[in-house]
C-alpha cells in the first residue's frame, strides 16, 4: 500500500478552527460553500462549528486524497493568503507574480480576487503542484 500525501495539516486545520465560526478550516480543506455558510452564519450559530472539532480529522483526509502535493505547500499558501492576502504574497509564493503585484497595488484587486482565492485557493495549488517543474 502507497502512502498518501499529507498536503494538509491537522495542526494546521485545529489552529484555524478557532476561527472556525467564520469558516476559515473550511476553505482551508476545500469545502467553500459550507466555509461561506459558516461565514454568514457564525458556524451555524456555533453548534456546526463545535460539531466540526471532531469533523476535522476526517477532512483533512479527504483534502489529502484530493488535492495534490508537490513543490508549493498547501499550509503556507494558506497562512500567506489568510495573513498577507491583500498585499499579494501568496500569488508571488506560487509563482504568479503579475497577478501578485496586482493585488499589491490594488489591495487584492479591491477584495474581491481575495474572496476569490479562499474559495479556489487549493485547486490553484494542485494544478501548480501537476505542471512539470521548471528549471533556470
Known sequence: MTQRPDTHSKLFGYLLWLFGFLGSHRFYYGKPVTGTLWFFTFGLFLIGWIVDLFLIPSMDREADLR?????????????????????????????KWITGVIYLLTGGLFLIGILYDFWTLNDQISIRNSEPRRFG
Do not use: A, P, Q
Request: charged letters at 15%.
Open 67 to 95: 488535492f495534490r502535493d508537490g513543490d508549493i505547500s498547501y499550509n503556507v499558501s494558506w497562512l500567506l493568503l489568510t495573513f498577507l492576502g491583500v498585499f499579494g504574497v501568496h500569488r508571488m509564493y506560487m509563482g
